[in-house]
Structure formats: structure tokens, C-alpha cells
């Protein structure tokens, strides 16, 4: 028996993932060796431990995939990750996307203003959840990022993506090719050099 109170549910990642390739994973690598190298002939020793920490969580979060969770809509509020956020708690929300994934992004009122982060994997959800979810908050298209958004933004940018395969092409010889058009042009043509 269904709940009557669902008014909408989808699954979805709990973040948005992308599999990354070694590249990836060396950058990491390279830019904790630099900062560690950085830390340890000029400053405090003690900082080489929160370096290696982060690059243990970006490492742990790169590597492994996040688990589905089931997202719903009910009459009272949403639900995520055994989460229930109240509509009374809510104030607007919008759409980001990252990893080829829509973001929503729910915002609190005063004085909290947390933010609540949800996966949206298709258009078609998209658009369902902005029918839905502006019957009861305000809905932002152009919304002010903080400057935390701001500076996960610019550092994903910074990222470099995934390997580009070469091609492998055969080279053109210009022997074969003029030989190629003699063979087939019936006029005769000028000797080159």
C-alpha cells in the first residue's frame, strides 16, 4: 500500500558523481607533494597532517561511488536520506548543475539559512519538481551564489578532466597523394619538385 501523503518520489545519487580517471587522481597527488614540500621548509610541521587529510577525503570521494536514496515530496515537507526538511523551515530553492546532473538546492529561512543539496538525474524530474516544489516555496532561476558555491565552482574548474585518447591517424604523405591525383586526372601534370 502506497503512502497517501507522497505527493512525489524519484530516485537519485546522494551527490553527484563522475568516474575520474589516474589523471585525476595525480593532480591530487602532485598538488598535496607541492603544498607538503611548501609547509615543510617554511612553515609548521603539524600542517602536513590536515593536507594529507583532505587528499584522503577527495581521494575516498573520487574513487567511490555514492549510494541511490530514495527523495520524496509529501504534504509536510521533503524527505532525503532519512532527512525530512518542513515546508515551514524552507524559504526558496533552485537548480545547479555539476557531473551532468541537476542540483537542487533548498534554502532555510533566517537565521540558519542552510542549505540542503539533492540529486535530480532527468529534465522530465526537473521540471515535475518546479511544478511541485513552487506551489509551496519561492522559486529562484537566477539564484546569488554564496561564496562558498563560488569557490567550489572555481576549483572544479580547476580540476583537469578526463584523458583524451589519441587517435591514431596515418600521417599524409605528399608523395602519395600527388601520386593519388595523377592517377586520377587524365591531363597531364607539371613535374614537382
Given at each position: 500500500?502506497?503512502?497517501?501523503q507522497?505527493v512525489?518520489?524519484w530516485?537519485a545519487?546522494?551527490r553527484?558523481?563522475?568516474?575520474?580517471?589516474n589523471l585525476?587522481?595525480?593532480f591530487y597527488?602532485?598538488?598535496?607533494?607541492?603544498l607538503s614540500?611548501?609547509v615543510f621548509?617554511?612553515?609548521?610541521?603539524i600542517?602536513?597532517?590536515p593536507i594529507?587529510?583532505?587528499l584522503?577525503?577527495f581521494?575516498?570521494?573520487?574513487?567511490?561511488?555514492?549510494p541511490?536514496?530514495?527523495?520524496k515530496?509529501t504534504k509536510f515537507?521533503?524527505e532525503?536520506?532519512d532527512v525530512?526538511?518542513?515546508w515551514?523551515?524552507?524559504?526558496?530553492?533552485y537548480?545547479?548543475?555539476?557531473f551532468?546532473?541537476?542540483?537542487?538546492?533548498l534554502?532555510?529561512h533566517?537565521p540558519?539559512f542552510y542549505?540542503?543539496?539533492i540529486?535530480?538525474?532527468?529534465?522530465?524530474?526537473k521540471k515535475?519538481?518546479?511544478l511541485?516544489l513552487?506551489?509551496?516555496?519561492?522559486?529562484?532561476?537566477?539564484?546569488?551564489?554564496?561564496?562558498?558555491?563560488r569557490m567550489?565552482?572555481w576549483?572544479?574548474?580547476?580540476?583537469?578532466d578526463?584523458?583524451?585518447e589519441?587517435?591514431?591517424?596515418?600521417?599524409n604523405?605528399?608523395e602519395?597523394n600527388?601520386?593519388?591525383?595523377?592517377?586520377?586526372?587524365?591531363k597531364?601534370?607539371?613535374?614537382?619538385?
Amino acid at each position: 500500500m502506497e503512502n497517501p501523503q507522497v505527493v512525489f518520489s524519484w530516485k537519485a545519487p546522494l551527490r553527484p558523481y563522475k568516474k575520474r580517471s589516474n589523471l585525476v587522481l595525480r593532480f591530487y597527488l602532485a598538488v598535496a607533494l607541492l603544498l607538503s614540500l611548501i609547509v615543510f621548509f617554511f612553515g609548521d610541521k603539524i600542517l602536513l597532517i590536515p593536507i594529507w587529510a583532505v587528499l584522503f577525503l577527495f581521494y575516498v570521494l573520487t574513487i567511490t561511488p555514492p549510494p541511490e536514496v530514495e527523495n520524496k515530496i509529501t504534504k509536510f515537507g521533503i524527505e532525503t536520506a532519512d532527512v525530512t526538511l518542513r515546508w515551514e523551515t524552507l524559504s526558496h530553492f533552485y537548480f545547479t548543475k555539476r557531473f551532468g546532473f541537476y542540483i537542487l538546492t533548498l534554502m532555510g529561512h533566517a537565521p540558519y539559512f542552510y542549505h540542503a543539496y539533492i540529486v535530480v538525474p532527468h529534465e522530465e524530474i526537473k521540471k515535475n519538481l518546479i511544478l511541485i516544489l513552487s506551489q509551496h516555496l519561492v522559486f529562484k532561476e537566477k539564484p546569488r551564489l554564496s561564496l562558498t558555491d563560488r569557490m567550489v565552482d572555481w576549483l572544479t574548474k580547476l580540476i583537469p578532466d578526463e584523458e583524451v585518447e589519441p587517435t591514431l591517424k596515418t600521417p599524409n604523405h605528399p608523395e602519395e597523394n600527388s601520386t593519388k591525383l595523377r592517377a586520377a586526372s587524365a591531363k597531364p601534370q607539371p613535374a614537382s619538385l
